[in-house]
């Protein structure tokens, strides 16, 4: 198996519609810019039983519940993609933007009752024993919250992140909006950092074993103070950062990645902003897009930047992805596809890729290499393998199979997925109940509702796929599967 160089792909369209997706994705009252049209409002009465306005946001997959956790995470990388290659994405950022503001606006609401942060809604049981459309669903729409006394650590940090990340994306578009964005994340984190605890002990009878916590939180405690300090320039998120790095697990975490783990992520993000950062800024009209750039320095003098032990751990973790690496922790399929535990497989390949391109803007900006033992990586061969894997997913595989929905010749048609699999309620206006829906989700026929762009899971380590709506860990699509390849694609569709 050789990683390298393979044909190229319409990244520009994968873009486009990787962000169009999220639309159809959305909870809540959809607004007229709707482009996906077999979506209609759901969930409109959200957080109704508390007496706390919770319509909006996104449903993580192919079910109809809201989890704040990996919801936050989506949004953090959304953000993430736009700060970094935002100049790459012309007329899609417009859109970027919105798909980010639906989240945050999301976000605000979960986190506007003091000591509180609403970390799902939707009874998941009662949801995964339906399929149904949200626009039909009737299953309990339970809020679950922690509090000081039932603290979760772990998506109140997340929270955070994402909007002290979107809170930059937001500076010079509404700078209103962004300060509300970063007050409220100096707020949550502060109490995600004193109440101190995390979700799987508060309400984990209904986050696990959706989305339990395996890695603690006091990784995403670091990752919030990161990016606080980035959107502050703040000696005191800096100095955080420094006093409780070696509370993260100092064994293999360095190479994990995701909605979970965020390990790799600090370090590289660190390694990025050490000196300077580029932040967009978008001015739009009717027919031209003009970008301006403008240099902010992370941190001032007050607080010197360390670059260790980010550096040193983003190598590391730069060597355990590289395939010819002696000291390499994932594996890789037949056909290239870098592969690690657990299901959703492409989750790991685009968040991992994500970092691998980021870092190889610092490594260039550093003029320096990652050194493996006797391996020597260059940028150029960190976006090398980065590309790889998005071209796998673009369809530079074994099967010839794109597994993004509606792109290429041949992708997945039966996706799990339950608005995409059941008949839209214009073409269906009647109510289809719980068990209603059974028929469509044993169906052999193709999905009526293409999902534009979503990304499935993916295929097994032998590059095999069954495109079966039963095998929801190869078929599913998640937010967080896109959101970093939305930074991927426009990287790759200028260079």
């Not at 007050?183 to 004193?194: P, T």
């Not at 103070?225 to 980035?230: I, N, S």
């Not at 790095?245 to 994990?256: V, Y």
Request: charged share 20%; aromatic share 12%; net charge neutral.
């Amino acid at each position: 198996m050789s990683i390298g160089t393979v044909a190229s792909h319409d990244y520009g369209d994968a873009l486009m519609k990787s962000i169009l997706f999220y639309e159809g994705q959305r909870s809540g009252m959809l607004p007229s810019t709707q482009r996906m049209k077999w979506r209609e409002d759901s969930a409109l009465r959200d957080g109704s039983v508390i007496g706390v306005d919770l319509v909006g946001g996104y449903y993580d997959a192919g079910d109809n519940v809201k989890f704040t956790f990996p919801m936050a995470f989506s949004i953090t990388m959304l953000a993430w993609s736009l700060l970094e290659f935002g100049p790459s994405m012309g007329s899609d950022l417009r859109h970027s933007l919105d798909a980010i503001q639906w989240g945050t606006d999301y976000l605000l609401k979960a986190t506007s009752v003091p000591g509180v942060v609403v970390a799902q809604v939707g009874d998941p049981y009662g949801d995964h024993n339906c399929w149904e459309r949200p626009e039909d669903m009737d299953t309990p729409r339970t809020p679950y919250s922690v509090s000081k006394e039932s603290p979760g650590s772990e998506v109140s940090a997340e929270i955070a992140a994402a909007l002290a990340a979107s809170s930059m994306v937001f500076r010079h578009f509404n700078q209103t909006y962004s300060a509300s964005l970063l007050k409220r994340a100096r707020m949550v984190f502060e109490f995600a950092d004193k109440y101190r605890g995390s979700y799987n002990d508060s309400i984990g009878p209904w986050v696990c074993p959706f989305y339990c916590d395996f890695s603690g939180y006091q990784d995403e405690l670091v990752w919030a103070a990161v990016w606080l300090m980035r959107a502050t320039r703040s000696p005191y998120y800096w100095n955080y950062v420094l006093a409780n790095i070696q509370n993260l697990d100092k064994t293999s975490s360095f190479a994990e990645f995701g909605w979970d783990a965020k390990h790799a992520g600090i370090n590289v993000l660190v390694s990025r902003a050490s000196n300077r950062f580029t932040v967009l800024i978008s001015i739009c009209s009717c027919k031209k897009l003009l970008l301006i750039f403008e240099n902010l320095q992370l941190v001032k003098s007050q607080a010197p930047y360390t670059p260790e032990p980010f550096t040193t751990n983003a190598d590391r973790f730069v060597c355990s992805v590289l395939p010819e690496s002696q000291t390499v922790s994932v594996s890789y399929s037949p056909g290239g596809l870098l592969v690690k535990p657990g299901g959703s497989n492409l989750q790991r390949p685009a968040a991992l890729s994500f970092l691998l391109l980021v870092y190889s803007r610092a490594l260039r900006r550093d003029k320096r290499v990652v050194r493996c033992d006797n391996v020597v990586a260059k940028p150029d061969r960190l976006i090398q393998v980065a590309r790889s894997q998005v071209d796998y997913i673009l369809g530079s595989n074994p099967l010839n199979m794109s597994y993004m929905v509606g792109y290429g010749n041949k992708f997945p048609q039966k996706i799990h997925h339950r608005g995409s699999s059941l008949p839209s309620v214009r073409q269906h206006p009647q109510h289809i109940d719980c068990n209603g829906g059974d028929p469509y989700f044993w169906s052999e026929n193709p999905n009526p509702n293409y999902l534009t762009r979503a990304v499935v899971g993916g295929p097994d380590i032998q590059d095999q796929y069954s495109d079966s709506r039963v095998n929801f860990v190869h078929s599913e699509p998640t937010t967080y599967i896109n959101a970093p390849l939305v930074g991927l694609f426009a990287y790759f569709k200028t260079h």
